[in-house]
Nanobody, 115 residues
Framework: QVQLVESGGGLVQAGGSLRLSCAAS????????MGWYRRPPGKQREMVAT???????NYADSAKGRFTISRDNAKNTVYLQMNILKPEDTAVYYC?????????WGQGTQVTVSS
């Protein structure tokens, strides 16, 4: 069982920045894809950004130009740098680790953006 622990969430004003971290209990190179997802209040969970072992990234349209996903393989940690935050970015943010056979989620971290 792999544990994913998110941190870095909190309350921030619109236009501000936050950096989320996802620390894995196993090598993140074991997973083809690491990703950040979010669940806004009253809505379904959605993909925010993903990164492969080859550092190929993919972003939701809402995140392009404002968010950056990165990974530190030595620390088994994935980051999400979020800039120019908007109230609509308010959500619980989840880390996800995906391989061919396995799929793990973290417990989530709350991000609240005030207007």
């Amino acid at each position: 069982q792999v544990q994913l622990v998110e941190s870095g969430g909190g309350l921030v004003q619109a236009g501000g920045s936050l950096r989320l971290s996802c620390a894995a209990s196993a090598s993140i190179n074991s997973f083809n894809v690491m990703g950040w997802y979010r669940r806004p209040p009253g809505k379904q969970r959605e993909m925010v950004a993903t990164i492969t072992t080859g550092n190929t990234t993919n972003y939701a349209d809402s995140a392009k130009g404002r968010f950056t996903i990165s990974r530190d393989n030595a620390k088994n940690t994935v980051y999400l740098q979020m800039n120019i935050l908007k109230p609509e970015d308010t959500a619980v943010y989840y880390c996800r680790a995906i391989s061919v056979l396995l799929n793990y989620w973290g417990q989530g971290t709350q991000v609240t953006v005030s207007s």
